[in-house]
Structures are given as C-alpha cells and as structure tokens.
C-alpha cells in the first residue's frame, strides 16, 4: 500500500439531518486576513443519509453506468432531461469533481520529503493518483503534469491548459505578470493580430498532436483569466498605431464603429462580445485542427466575467463548456448560474475555488480565497459550495484550487501563491485530513445528491 493510501480517515463529527433537508452549520470566515471574523451559514452532508454507490457501478472512467448514453470514445457534454452532464467515453454520466496544479513539487522546503516518499516522478504520480481515487475525485485540473499523470498505467482523466493568447502577446511584448496571471498593455487583447491564428494553431500542433486519440484527455483550456473590460473599445480606439502591435487592435475598432463619432455603451458591450468571439472562434478552431474529438472548456474566466454577458455569448458559440474561476461568494450565486447558462447555452465548470485555514501555521496573506478557522472548515466549504453547484443543474463539475500549499521559501512565484493553505496537502506531502475525510464524504455521494435535488422542487435549472 502506498504512502497516501494508509493515511488514515479523520471523522469529524455527526450531525442529525432535519427533515428538509441537509443541515447547515455556522463557520467563522473572513474575507482576508485584515477582515474580521463573521459567522457564514453553511450547509454540510448528511453523509449518514445518503449511500455511495458501489465501485462497481461506476465505468473505469468514472461515470455513473445506470442510464449509460452512447458511447463515443471521448468526453462529451449533453443536456439530459433538464440536467446538463459529462458523459464519459464509455458513455457514462461524469461530473468533473477535480483538483488544480496536481504537479510535483522537488525543491525548497518540498525537496526531502520528496526524495524520502517518491524519489522519482513516476511513483509520486502512481501515489498521488491513488490518493484522488481514494477520496474520489474524478479527474485533474488545469495547470498540473498531465505528461507524467497520462503515463501511469492507471491513468485519471486529465486536461490540458494551453496560454495560446498569453504566449503570443508575450511574442509581441504586450504582457507583464499581474498577481494570478498574465497581464497586457493597456488591457487589450491583440486578437486582431494577423499572425495570431498562426500562433494558435503551432501551438495546438506542438502540445497536443500526441494526445489526439486519448481517452483520457477530457479537454482543452486555451488560456487563464484574460482581461475583460467594458471600455475595451475605447482602450484600442486610444492605442499608439505607431507600434505595429497596437495598429492591428486599433483598426480593427475602427471599422467596428465605422463613421460613427459617438462611442455608445451599447456599441461596446457589442464590441466586447466581437472581440470575445474572434478569441474562441480562432482557439477553438486551431484546438479542433489537432485534437477533433476533444472538449473545449473556455479560457478561464474570472472576477470580470461575472456579468459581461457577451464574453459569455461568445464563448457559447465556440466551446463545449464554458469555464470560470469563481470567488468572492461563500456560496455560488444561483442568479450567476442561472445568467451563464442563458447567456452561453452551454454548461458551466468551475475551474478554481478554494478556502484556507488558519491552523495551518501559515500567514495566509496572499489569495482570493476566504480564511476559515481549521480543516475541518474548509472541508464544510467544500461540501457546501459544491452542493450547490450540484442543485443548479448547469454545472457539470468543479476544481479545488489546489493540490499543494504554497512554499514560503519560494520567493520567486506570483504574488497570488506566497504564503497560503491551498492545498490538500502542504508542502511536506502530508496530508489535511480533515479537508480530504469531507470532500471524500461528498466526492463519493455526488450521484445520489444530484438525484436528491432533481426530485426537490426547489432545484433550479
């Protein structure tokens, strides 16, 4: 048995279920660490009243085999019912419970415990995906090693991401590091550049042509959290043409307002929606060019997506699911859900969410996530925001931000990932009990709580 699989399971503590429904708890949480404490309502698993299903009814890619589609080969999405899903390449029903940066960490205070648990990247790879399959998650996030993940032979579903957009305003030095991602001259995307759909498809061909018959590769994410602003018309309309970089982009919102002289809200949220659709429409394209039979799950959005309807119209022409890292909200908003699928007419994932505990001896400083008191905590969390994922019927699964603490030691990394408890485990490759026991208990009960909240009246599509 391998390290990760004898660590033990922690019970936390029980509760009785009222009669409505899945009890809540009050949690302490604050918003940073400058924040005050403030108790946030928090509904928990009744795990004692709801029964996993067996192993056996699951198909080797995880998907539930009951009411099984057909069997395609690769991941899909489809709208069953009222209920959007993942069906798997066996044709069975898959909700993506992941986990982000699932990758080794071999230096600093990570370098020791490495070498004495693993010594080599193949066995940290074999162990940590027992690991996710003991608390049963699905498959991998974004941002992890998904060459060392694809090799083992018992491989998990996986993703790739791609930074198509990032890497070719880098070719033309129009970005700089923002804390959490890539940052670009006067926040303008050079999607108007006429070397960009060259750019993509190099790229798709470089890092993908080896994965186009996989199975396992679930799909693609083609950048990270790409700046989206409502004046973005005027921010191009306004850029130095001297520099050829910038000329493109200025041209191009040019003969978007044509002979007009009055630049209207109206024309820039349509403008917003033209820019976000040339974007997925040119990824997209270059993705399908080298892996046809794959998801396209978005660039990533984040805080400014919330409400810019047209990058959501955009990304719904082009993408199987559209992809979202969601925070600032201790509970998902049912309203942002419900506008998402509208505005997309596809289903939602959400790519990043997570909380920290304060019992983790770290200064926790640096991140977007709440700060909760103990791991156990941040277990509750877990259950409860992705409970409520589950009733909204739209979102076809969720990835914990992330798989590792951040390293203090490490001074040369974003400033988003300095001094904070992410991960499930920290940076000694030990374990959070607590946390792992609570996301288990729902990981394991995802099937039977969708089928509890279809039959609610309460559910909303």
């Known amino acids: 048995m391998t390290f990760h699989a004898r660590i033990s399971m922690v019970l936390l503590m029980c509760w009785v279920t ?127 090693d998904h060459e060392a993940i694809r090799k083992v032979p018992s491989p998990m579903p996986y993703t790739v991401t791609l930074s198509l957009m990032s890497t070719f305003g880098k070719k033309l030095h129009l970005t700089h590091a923002e804390s959490g991602h890539t940052g670009y001259a006067e926040r303008c995307l050079p999607v108007f550049h006429p070397d960009f759909e060259q750019h993509c498809l190099d790229q798709c061909r470089e890092r993908l042509a080896q994965m186009r018959d996989d199975p396992w590769l679930i799909g693609i994410f083609s950048d990270n959290e790409l700046p989206i602003e409502k004046d973005m018309l005027d921010r191009m309309l306004g850029l130095d043409d001297s520099k050829p970089a910038f000329a493109y982009m200025r041209q191009a919102a040019r003969s978007f307002i044509a002979d007009k002289s009055v630049v209207t809200d109206e024309m820039r949220r349509a403008f917003m929606e033209h820019v976000f659709d040339t974007y997925f429409r040119i990824t997209t394209q270059a993705i399908r060019a080298v892996v046809p039979h794959h998801l396209c799950l978005g660039s990533r959005f984040h805080g400014p997506a919330t409400n810019a309807r047209g990058a959501w119209k955009a990304a719904g022409r082009w993408c199987d699911a559209v992809s979202m890292n969601y925070y600032g909200h201790w ?98 490759y030990e374990p959070y009990a607590p946390l792992l026991h609570a996301m288990r208990e729902l990981n394991a009960r995802i099937h039977p709580l969708i089928q509890l909240f279809d039959a609610s009246p309460k559910t909303s599509n």
């Open 18 to 144: 009222p009669a409505s429904g899945q009890p809540t708890r009050s949690i302490d949480a604050k918003a940073n660490i400058n924040s005050d404490w403030k108790a946030r309502e928090t509904r928990v698993l009744d795990s004692a009243g709801i029964q996993p299903p067996r192993p056996s009814a699951y198909t080797r890619f995880g998907g539930l085999k009951m009411d099984r589609q057909e069997p395609t080969g690769f991941f899909r999405v489809k709208k069953i019912e009222e209920r959007w899903w993942m069906i798997d390449p066996e044709g069975g029903r898959f909700i993506f419970a992941g986990l982000c940066s699932v990758k080794p960490q071999t230096k600093l205070t990570a370098q020791e415990p490495f070498q004495k648990r693993f010594a080599s990247i193949q066995a940290w790879a074999r162990d940590t995906l027992d690991l996710l399959r003991i608390h049963r998650f699905t498959g991998i996030g974004g941002f992890s």
């Open 331 to 428: 509970s998902p908003q049912r309203d942002h859900l419900q506008q998402w699928h509208e505005w997309s007419g596809k289903p939602c994932l959400i790519s990043e969410f997570y909380v920290k505990g304060a019992d983790a001896g770290m200064i926790n400083s640096s991140g977007a996530g709440w700060l909760v008191k103990t791991q156990g905590d941040r277990g509750l969390f877990y259950q409860h925001f992705t409970m409520a994922l589950l009733e909204s019927k739209t979102c076809v699964g969720w990835h914990w931000f992330k798989y590792m603490d951040n390293d203090p030691a490490d001074t040369q990394t974003d400033a988003s990932n300095k001094d904070s408890n992410k991960g499930i485990l920290n940076v000694r």
